[in-house]
């Protein structure tokens, strides 16, 4: 048997008896992850690995939460919260920043200089 495969039916079911219906999660290279775009179903989750503290981290490149524990030796992770933890607020500033902002083409003939081809003198390499 896959040693995944064991880990998840000796442990792992164990471990997920106590989550609500309806709960996406995986296993990972480790342990366990889930995904709970709300606060709600956040703490819902959370509620079912009593006596863990869970960190949290804001990843920026993908615009959500993340947070990590680890509940009897498994890792846990609950990715993609988008909603703020309760006691953080966002700071915002006025920024210029650099946006793709769709316009329409025009196609017109052109005079323009383009590489048709490479003129190359004989190298000795070595």
């Not at 981290?57 to 309760?86: C, D």
């Not at 769709?102 to 003939?109: S, Y």
Request: aromatic fraction near 12%; glycine fraction near 4%.
């Amino acid at each position: 048997m896959a040693r995944k495969t064991e880990w998840f039916l000796t442990t792992g079911v164990r471990i997920l008896a106590n989550l609500p219906d309806n709960t996406f999660f995986d296993t990972s290279k480790d342990g366990l992850e889930f995904q709970a775009p709300t606060q709600l179903q956040l703490h819902e989750i959370t509620q079912a690995f009593p006596g863990c503290i869970w960190k949290k981290a804001w990843r920026k490149e993908l615009s959500w939460w993340e947070y990590t524990t680890v509940f009897e030796g498994v890792p846990l992770r609950v990715y993609a919260v988008k909603e703020n933890p309760p006691a953080c607020t966002a700071i915002i500033e006025t920024r210029k920043v650099e946006e793709q902002v769709p316009i329409q083409f025009e196609t017109r003939l052109v005079e323009k200089q383009v590489i048709v081809g490479w003129d190359c003198p004989q190298e000795v390499m070595g």
